[in-house]
């Protein structure tokens, strides 16, 4: 009798509590209105960033195409004659359908070139639309990393710097003054 | 002499407010059952997503009206409309005012109780029809539940009849003046809504229906309008349960200052939402409890309901 008397009260129960979310707001987000908060690491669309002098911060150093588990970047490396042989790629593209955002990538980049932004807008009516090249991922602007410019702390020599100019950079040792 | 014309009036309106009605539920559901979810539900089609029904109605009737070679045809069409026929033949004799009913037959009762019987021939004839097995899976479920409960709602009903002293819905409704029959007829009140759930295919009793094991059911093989018979055949059951507690149990359309019609709405209206609550909550039972549920338990409390009315009503009479 106790048990019976358990269960129609559990019941009632049952359906006073559901009853009760009448008056609670819904979770729901309601997305083309409402915009989500996406923070600021976010792993979203890949972008190619520049440093804060204006050049293209990839060295094409292939890292993030090895890196990448699903084999969604694929670029071709070339020197630059002008800018005393710096290396840049010739081509970069991204296979946006093959991409599980996992930042690898990002993580592999010694320069912080690519990197992932808080964008998921990335709806296209034709497959091959989601092939990015190049030019639709490089950004003017620095990314998440604003002052960092790989060849101004990198020991390489490039047009207006020689080795030893870097920031942090002690000038290059003499080695036969090292003699004992 | 019976005035036609009011009577067509009658008819028209009850006619196109029900079936209205039962369109437009399939959206209050689907709202309802959202908020409970703390979701919004559909709330795009028009303003707060009123217009829901309305775009499902032009997306059934632009889907393919297929009928599987395997069914057997004549069957499989007519089904849906007996469905839906036998539903709104029930509303003849629902009375919302005292003159607003169609037909305010001296055998009200027995009219739905029969409608409401027929009704089962289309879930079992749909299934068979179907000749899939989920589908009269479905049907042999919906055979042995409407069997079980048919008999205990007729049961719980008549307890409302002895005190009434009238199968005519309208006097039933006259004999609540002072009283509502939920009061005296608590056990037959509980036993009719659960037999009317049964009846409905609504949770916690829509074993017929159970998506979760049979697809759909008994419709499993229905799609476009057919299909949308039944999910309107469906509601029109909900409606009339409804309307069919608040007249036995909850005194129809008596209440004080607002007028009757908005007293029958009302109250209608609160049992849709209880049963649509039902549905968010309950869980679906196993079918070989519904049975024993329904032969060990609820039959045995309506006969002694019946037996107590019955026997109370006689010892008043002297």
């Known amino acids: 009798m106790m048990k019976t008397w358990k269960y129609i009260r559990d019941l009632v129960l049952g359906l006073w509590i559901v009853f009760k979310r009448t008056f609670t707001k819904p979770v729901t987000v309601q997305y083309p209105e409402e915009r989500p908060y996406l923070p600021p690491r976010w792993r979203g669309r890949i972008v190619l960033t520049r440093d804060p002098d204006g050049e293209e911060r990839c060295v094409a150093c292939y890292l993030c195409a090895v890196a990448c588990p699903v084999d969604c970047i694929a670029l071709q490396a070339t020197e630059d004659p002008t800018a005393h042989e710096r290396r840049y790629p010739e081509f970069f593209r991204i296979n946006f359908s093959r991409c599980i955002y996992c930042g690898y990538c990002e993580d592999a980049c010694p320069t912080y070139a690519i990197q992932l932004v808080p964008d998921f807008e990335q709806s296209e009516y034709a497959r091959r639309n989601m092939v990015y090249e190049k030019e639709d991922l490089l950004i003017s602007g620095t990314g998440k990393y604003h002052g960092y410019n790989f060849y101004r702390v990198a020991g390489v020599k490039v047009l207006d710097k020689d080795k030893g100019q870097a920031e942090y950079e002690l000038p290059p040792v003499d080695v036969r003054s090292l003699m004992p | ?318």
Not at chain 2, 1 to 10: K, N, P, Q
Not at chain 2, 69 to 96: E, G, H, R
Not at chain 2, 104 to 119: H, P, R
Not at chain 2, 222 to 245: D, N
């Open chain 2, 1 to 318: 002499m019976i005035d036609w014309s009011r009577t067509a009036l009658t008819i028209v309106v009850i006619l196109g407010g029900v079936l209205t009605l039962a369109g437009m539920l399939i959206w209050v559901e689907r709202r309802l059952l959202g908020i409970w979810q703390e979701r919004y539900g559909p709330n795009r089609v028009g303003p707060g997503g009123l217009l829901q029904s309305l775009a499902d109605m032009i997306k059934m009737f632009a889907k393919e009206d297929w009928i599987p070679p395997f069914a057997d045809k004549v069957v499989f069409v007519l089904t849906p409309a007996i469905v839906v026929i036998t539903a709104l033949m029930s509303f003849a004799v629902v009375p919302i005012t005292p003159g607003f009913v169609i037909a305010d037959l001296n055998m009200g009762i027995l009219f739905f109780l029969a409608m409401s019987s027929l009704a089962a021939y289309s879930v079992i004839i749909g299934g068979w029809a179907s000749n899939s097995k989920f589908a009269f899976l479905g049907s042999l479920r919906a055979i042995a539940q409407l069997l079980s409960y048919e008999v205990f709602m007729g049961l719980s009903v008549m307890g409302a009849v002895l005190l009434a002293g009238s199968f005519n819905l309208s006097e039933i409704v006259e004999a609540q003046r002072h009283l509502w029959f939920v009061v005296p007829q608590f056990l037959g009140f509980l036993g009719f809504f659960m037999a009317g759930l049964a009846e409905a295919h609504r949770t916690p009793f829509d074993m017929p229906e159970a998506e979760a094991e049979l697809v759909a059911g008994y419709h499993a093989e229905y799609s476009g309008m057919k299909f949308g018979m039944f999910f309107v055949g469906e509601y029109l059951s909900v409606i009339l349960l409804s309307a069919m507690i608040v007249i036995l149990f909850f005194g129809g359309w008596l209440g004080p200052w607002l007028p009757p019609v908005v007293w029958f709405f009302l109250k209608t209206s609160i049992f849709i939402v209880l049963i649509f609550l039902i549905r968010a909550t309950w869980p679906r039972v196993r079918f070989d409890q519904l049975l024993s549920f329904g032969w060990k338990v609820v039959m045995p409390l309506a006969l002694i309901n019946l037996l107590v009315t019955g026997g109370v009503v006689l010892w008043k009479a002297g």
